[in-house]
C-alpha cells in the first residue's frame, strides 16, 4: 500500500486539530491561554561594574559605605546603598517611560531583608505594591537640569578664579 503526502493544508490542519478529522471541537494550542513566560534579563552592578550573580553584589555591598548595589529588570531597577553597617537606603523604580517615578524605602532596612527584597526582584515577583508602602520621590531633578546646574557652578567658579 502507499500513502500519500499530504498536503500543505492538510498538514496544517492535522496541527492545529491534532490529528482529528472532525472539526466540530475547534483544537486551541494551550500556549494561547496562558501568560508569556518571558522575563527581561536581569543585570547586577556594584558600583557601577557589572556582577556576575546577585551574590556577589549583595556581598560587595555589606557594610561598605562606599559602595552602591542596583538590580536592573528591563527598563525597571532596584538600587540600595549602605549607610552604615546594617543599614541601606533602598529605591525602586518601575518602567513608565518619560515620567518614571522614583519610591524610596520610608526607613532603613536591614541587611537580611535587603537581600530578601533583591532576590525576590530578581525572581521576577511583582514589587508594585511597594508603590504604596514606599515614598514618592518628588524632588528627582531631571538629568538636563542637573547638568546645567553644574556646568553654571562650573561657570562661575570659572570666572571667579580667573577674575582675582
Partial sequence: M?????????E???VFTGGRKNNSLPYFPTFLFHE???RPSIVWELSGEPCETRD????????????????????EFLQAICNSPDNYHCE?????????????????????RLHD????????????????EWTLDVHKPGYITAIVVVLAIIAVLAVIIFSS
Avoid: V, W
Avoid at 502507499?2 to 492538510?10: G, I, K, V
Fill in 2 to 10: 502507499s500513502q500519500e503526502t499530504p498536503s500543505a493544508q492538510e
Fill in 12 to 14: 496544517e490542519r492535522i
Fill in 36 to 38: 508569556p513566560s518571558f
Fill in 56 to 75: 556577589q553584589a549583595l556581598s560587595g555591598i555589606k557594610n561598605n559605605t562606599e559602595a552602591f548595589i542596583i538590580c536592573s529588570r528591563g527598563d
Fill in 92 to 112: 525602586i523604580s518601575f518602567a513608565g517611560g518619560k515620567d518614571r517615578e522614583l519610591y524610596m524605602t520610608p526607613k532603613d532596612l536591614g541587611y537580611s
Fill in 117 to 132: 527584597l533583591f532576590s525576590r526582584y530578581a525572581a521576577g515577583e511583582d514589587l508594585s505594591h511597594l508603590k504604596k
